[in-house]
């Protein structure tokens, strides 16, 4: 069935350092999704991607869809205390099938 | 609009004890999901409705059962609590098919098994 894996599951980061994090597949993708959650909180849409190859940028974000759409990637440049969170990939087909999550702390 | 709605917002139950968690959505959306999420596990598909009137599987749907009310509710019960049913349960909502994008997810409800 559908898996995507992430990598790293947790990473802490000094802020303002940049931060990645990657989703894998062993299968080829459909299309990408990413969702942020705030501690405490719920997930949160980020974007979709679809197209091989696809960068798309949101302010210091950049998702990027691999060529042969078996991964993924979010970089956050320049890391503050608002990215602290879990941040998830999912791959959408008639249902949602989410990875673990790599969950970021920032250190002040 | 409120989003997506769940109630209660935290609950404790005794092994053996049933309960249903409510969700309802007011975005007219037709698909609707159960999530539960563990630490260190990500977000675990329980069961979801892709229209009004049809439920299906997910990941880990022992111990649960689904009811679609209506194209609002979406309700999943707990019939004999466990103790590893311990988790918080989200409920989401999405339009489906291919240009649809997010899901939307509700507040969460925090259900802990003694």
């Known amino acids: 069935g559908q898996q995507v894996m992430q990598i790293p599951q947790y990473q802490h980061v000094q802020e303002g350092e940049d931060f990645t994090t990657y989703c894998n597949s062993s299968t080829t993708l459909s299309n990408i999704q990413w969702y942020k959650q705030r501690p405490g909180g719920h997930p949160v849409f980020l974007i979709q991607l679809v197209k091989s190859g696809e960068v798309k940028k949101q302010k210091r974000l950049t998702f990027q869809f691999g060529e042969a759409k078996k991964n993924s990637s979010l970089h956050i440049t320049a890391t503050q205390t608002t990215d602290v969170g879990t941040y998830f990939c999912a791959e959408r087909d008639d249902k949602i099938i989410f990875g673990k999550g790599t969950r970021l702390h920032i250190l002040p | ?114």
């Open chain 2, 1 to 114: 609009n409120a989003g997506v709605t769940q109630t209660p917002k935290f609950q404790v139950l005794k092994t053996g004890q049933s309960m249903t968690l409510q969700c309802a959505q007011d975005m007219n959306h037709n698909s609707m999901y159960w999530y539960r999420q563990d630490p260190g596990m990500g977000l675990r598909l329980i069961y979801y409705s892709a229209s009004e009137g049809t439920t299906d599987k997910g990941e880990v749907p022992n111990g649960y059962n689904v009811s679609r009310l209506n194209k609002r509710e979406f309700s999943l019960r707990l019939e004999s609590a466990a103790p590893s049913q311990t988790s918080v349960y989200f409920c989401a909502s999405s339009v489906p098919g291919p240009a649809s994008y997010e899901q939307y997810f509700g507040p969460g409800t925090r259900l802990t098994v003694t």
